[in-house]
């Protein structure tokens, strides 16, 4: 049993199947990557795996829990969080006054904002904050504009305002899209420490084969909207199934 377990998933708009008889599990404490060209399904999936979505049929238990049906702050209780290709920071604020944020904010989700004045001088979240800044590697950036950052390190300033909720499991939408090489060599690194330093489950959308070949250790093709392929990274490369997934976009 995984600690994410898809059955069935079924998902149409109005006559477009989006996702057919999706079957996923996804194993505790390993990176698990679902990758397939344009189209495939992958963001409606993840819509499905956080409960945003509700598929027309099937079930997705996240250790042994439904997660259909339920709140944004239900999901982030149940431990699981989801990351965007575009990283939510408050670009008006510090780094440190960023992470202040989630270490204020009560578990669920509200977050009184004109208690944040009294919390900035706050010594327990103050400490909270920098030591997590610390772990991501950001403390000395604390008092930068977060806006004025590289793309990589807002991403390590988005993870780790994420991390710092213990989210069991996290899912990533395409996290590198539209990044330069060297910030997605630096979230490569970011995920790389996540994944070595705690206990933690990534299910990774990612159309950067790079990216999928420095991180996953399984690798689900989606095409059409139904996985083709479940495999380990060396067994996907030239994978006539892939290749025929992919074809016209030149991926693998
Ligand atoms: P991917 O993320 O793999 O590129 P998506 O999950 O975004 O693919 O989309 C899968 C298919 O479902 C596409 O054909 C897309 O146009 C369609 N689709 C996605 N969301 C909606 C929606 N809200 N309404 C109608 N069609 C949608
Ligand atoms: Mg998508």
Redesign the pocket.
């Known amino acids: 049993m995984g600690i994410l377990e898809v059955k069935g998933v079924n998902k149409r708009?109005?006559g477009?199947q989006?996702l057919g008889d999706v079957n996923l599990s996804i194993q505790e404490n390993t990176v698990h990557a679902i990758i397939?060209p344009?189209?495939?399904?992958?963001?409606?999936?993840l819509n499905v795996l956080v409960g945003k979505l509700i598929p027309d049929s099937g079930s997705v238990m996240f250790d042994g829990q439904s997660v259909l049906g339920r709140k944004p702050h239900e999901i982030c209780q149940m431990g699981i969080s989801r990351v965007f290709q575009t990283p939510e920071i408050f670009t008006d604020l510090s780094v440190l006054e960023n992470m202040m944020i989630p270490c204020f904010a009560k578990r669920d989700g509200s977050f009184a904002l004109h208690a944040f004045g009294a919390a900035l001088g706050d010594k327990e979240v103050i400490e909270r904050a920098e030591t997590m800044l610390e772990e991501v590697k950001l403390l000395d950036k604390r008092q930068m504009h977060a806006g004025s950052m590289s793309r990589g390190d807002k991403r390590r300033l988005e993870m780790a305002m994420c991390l710092v909720q213990e989210p069991r499991l996290l899912l990533l939408d395409e996290p590198t899209a539209g990044m330069a090489r060297a910030d997605t060599n630096n979230t490569i690194d970011l995920l790389k420490e996540i994944q070595d330093t705690r206990d933690i489950t990534m299910a990774i959308i990612e159309h950067d084969m790079h990216v999928v070949f420095s991180l996953a250790e399984r690798i689900t093709v989606?095409a059409q909207g139904t996985p083709l392929v479940e495999e380990t990274p060396e067994n996907i490369k030239g994978h006539p199934k892939v290749r025929e997934a992919y074809l016209g976009e030149a991926q693998v």
Do not use: D, I, Q
């Open positions: 708009f109005g477009l989006a397939g344009n189209g495939a399904g992958k963001s409606t999936l989606l």
